[in-house]
């Protein structure tokens, strides 16, 4: 308050000069500048400062935080690429396995169908066999019999029977092995 009243006894007393300033005003509106500027120094820089520094220190932070943030989001790219790359392999592996698995089991198929189809075509002609010498049977018993009948009549009289079919079948049995061969 003192200074207040210095600055105003000062301020009435002082005289102007040439260029329109008061000497005493002046001096007043300086010790003013000066007790404000020392209250600032002393308590409000400080307080600025130190809210500036918080500021500065939150800043950096966020920056700081969007740098690891922009790490983070490049190194999951790079090990989601990573993962994918793997998983394409392994999905090409597993195609490439299942078209082996699939063309083993195919080759498997065709080898049973050709062995079942050649174990029929042998059971085939077997049959066919079988139903071949039984006809040729069945026909050497009617040539038996037609040539017994025939024989007989030439004759014109029975004669034993069981002998002239002994006979006829060695016969008979005879052409057919010449025939064979």
Known sequence: MEL?????????????????????????QLISFGIVFLLLWKWGFPAITNIMDKRQAIIREGIENAERAKRDLTEANERAEQILVEARRQSQETIERAAKNAQQEANRIIEDAQARAEQI??????????????????????????????????????VDSRDNRRLVEEFVAASDQSRNN
């Open 4 to 28: 207040g009243a210095i600055a105003l006894v000062l301020a009435e007393g002082g005289q102007s000069s040439g260029l329109g300033i008061n000497g005493a005003f002046f001096i007043s």
């Open 121 to 158: 075509t042998q059971q085939q002609i077997a049959r066919i066999q079988q139903e071949a010498n039984r006809a040729r049977a069945e026909l050497s018993r009617e040539i038996v019999t037609l040539s017994i009948e025939a024989a007989g009549r030439v004759i014109s009289k029975s």
